[in-house]
């Protein structure tokens, strides 16, 4: 005979509210990191072509990322997610189809700095080609802005990924997910159980709280003129 405890009680399903804190977590992380990636791709693949080559290039992705840059981010994930449908993997792909402009418009005017430089003038006397030019010797010397952007971009991806679960169009059940389970009970906010809805929000703050520090320190440490 034994008794079986709750550390943090239980929803009003009776599933163990620590249990499914823990999931959303885990939720939670792989939507920011897969959405950073995918916005990673795009945009350093696109601002390093539209800085490099110019020309009509540029002003195509440039127009691109201004279209995209001007219609609000939650409405575009939105409209994505509807076109993509419902479900877990069509939220990552969403909210990384979104943030790649920002990415891309910092490795553009990066680039741009960097296509005339000395270095940059021998690989192409040497007779490398320009994607050899672009993918090793441009882009890493462009990531410091870009990994300080995805710290950002990773706790913007939390909140946008709460927000959609929060909508019923995020995480779909019996996936566990911090927005979701605001949803389930913030009807219970003015009474004693205000908790299985304050838990998971607390958990929200305190992770997007997390990746923006980090963020901070990171373009801190990049900074060389604060280092000086």
Not at 82 to 94: E, I, S, T
């Amino acid at each position: 005979m034994f008794t079986r405890r709750f550390a943090l009680g239980t929803d009003k399903f009776g599933r163990d509210m620590l249990s499914r804190l823990m999931a959303g977590t885990i939720v939670s992380l792989s939507v920011g990191l897969i959405s950073v990636l995918i916005s990673l791709v795009l945009g350093v693949s696109l601002g390093a072509v539209a800085g490099y080559f110019g020309g009509w290039l540029d002003d195509v992705i440039t127009w691109l990322i201004n279209v995209v840059w001007s219609i609000p981010t939650l409405l575009l994930v939105i409209a994505i997610t509807f076109a993509l449908g419902k479900g877990f993997v069509q939220v990552f792909v969403a909210v990384g189809l979104t943030m790649w402009v920002e990415v891309a418009r910092v490795v553009r005017g990066q680039v741009l700095s960097l296509r005339n430089l000395e270095y940059i003038d021998a690989a192409r006397a040497l007779g490398f080609s320009s994607g050899r030019i672009i993918y090793r010797h441009v882009i890493p010397n462009v990531m410091g802005p870009v990994v300080v952007i995805s710290a950002a971009n990773f706790a913007s991806a939390i909140l946008l990924e709460a927000g959609l679960s929060f909508l019923g169009i995020g995480a779909q059940i019996p996936m566990a997910s911090w927005g979701q389970m605001i949803k389930e009970h913030y009807p219970y906010i003015t009474t004693s159980m205000a908790y299985l809805a304050v838990l998971p929000g607390l958990c929200i703050v305190g992770l997007v709280l997390a990746f923006m520090l980090v963020g901070n320190g990171l373009r801190d440490s990049f900074d060389t003129r604060s280092a000086g």
